[in-house]
């Protein structure tokens, strides 16, 4: 069934609910995370990556077009419940209305999701890993060898599963690359989302479980111009067109050249974001892929530090305190 098929036939189940029951299951069936348009986009990966970017669009306005619908169609069935019921109380002169509080997605979900469609659209595909991993995938195939000075930078939280190997908690979605880079021919184009963890006491600006987005791309003759459009194109999607980017000279073990890449504030300064960088040849190397070949560039920042930016929140901790005043806000 094609993306046009699949519109009208869940236009058509929306405008021909009988309820709200029957519309939420609609609503799971074409838009949840397991429904037609979910099953749609993990095939995106086997397309050609020229052809990825133009059927990612399609399939986000698909979306746009079938969630609008089903909203349309829950506002009509709303009223109609709601007439109903008004009726049936017509002489309860005494009772207080109250509009019913439905659940929605928590802050960090809502931004993870936008993250998502915005790489997919651009033709990014999406991939996952385990959160626990060993000292190969966080740190040694990333050039990160155990005596190198930035492995101590990470505040590891170790897993003690005894011998063969180190095994800690994920202190960074980059072992997804390295997954990815071992398991997949070139070119690559993904985005990593997941949770991560280090050992940070919580505060204002940290947190010792948060999540983060990876990008990775590996193609023939990739370098740093190709990385500054994508995380430029990137901001003026989720952000708006108004706002520039920047990048500054760092340092990473598994890039190189290294940045951070800022982005302008309506005040006039500049706000930093993530890293990123040229894959490193011996990353490359490490997953069996030939940089004389091959090249690529990866970048990576904080989605819950995100979330705190575009919402523009005082302290980061409110997205994990489960405060129902402040999460009704979103």
């Not at 760092?250 to 290294?258: D, G, K, L, Q, V």
């Not at 091959?294 to 819950?304: K, L, Q």
Request: some cysteine; proline content about 5%; charged content about 25%.
């Amino acid at each position: 069934m094609d993306v046009q098929q699949l519109i009208d036939e869940a236009s058509e189940a929306a405008a021909t609910a009988a309820d709200l029951d029957a519309l939420v299951e609609i609503d799971r069936r074409f838009l949840g995370k397991k429904g037609e348009f979910a099953a749609r986009k993990k095939q995106l990966g086997a397309l050609d990556p020229s052809e990825r970017k133009a059927a990612g669009q399609a399939l986000n306005d698909a979306i746009g077009t079938v969630s609008a619908a089903v909203e349309a169609r829950r506002g009509v069935l709303a009223a109609d419940a709601e007439a109903l019921r008004l009726a049936d109380e017509r002489l309860d002169l005494t009772e207080s209305l109250t509009e019913l509080q439905r659940g929605h997605l928590h802050l960090v979900t809502q931004a993870r999701d936008r993250l998502e469609d915005v790489f997919v659209g651009m033709g990014f595909t999406v991939a996952e890993g385990p959160e626990v991993e060993s000292a190969w995938y966080n740190f040694e195939a990333l050039n990160i060898p155990e005596w190198h000075p930035a492995r101590g930078s990470f505040d590891t939280i170790f897993v003690d599963l005894g011998e063969p190997e180190e095994v800690m908690l994920r202190s960074h979605t980059s072992p997804v690359q390295i997954r990815t880079m071992e398991n997949t021919e070139p070119p690559i184009y993904i985005v990593a989302p997941g949770r991560t963890f280090r050992t940070d006491t919580a505060d204002a600006t940290h947190l010792p479980a948060f999540n983060q987005i990876e990008g990775l791309v590996v193609d023939r003759g990739i370098g740093l111009g190709d990385l500054a459009g994508t995380i430029d194109s990137f901001v003026k999607a989720f952000f708006g067109r108004e706002v520039k980017t920047r990048l500054r000279p760092s340092y990473f073990p598994f890039t190189e050249p290294s940045a951070e890449f800022d982005i302008s504030t309506p005040a006039g300064d500049w706000l930093e974001l993530g890293g990123c960088g040229v894959v490193h040849p011996n990353v490359l190397a490490n997953c069996g892929i030939d940089p004389e070949e091959w090249s690529g560039f990866a970048f990576g920042f904080g989605i819950d530090r995100l979330a705190v930016m575009r919402y523009q929140l005082d302290d980061i901790r409110e997205l994990v305190n489960n405060d129902v005043r402040f999460l009704r806000q979103f």
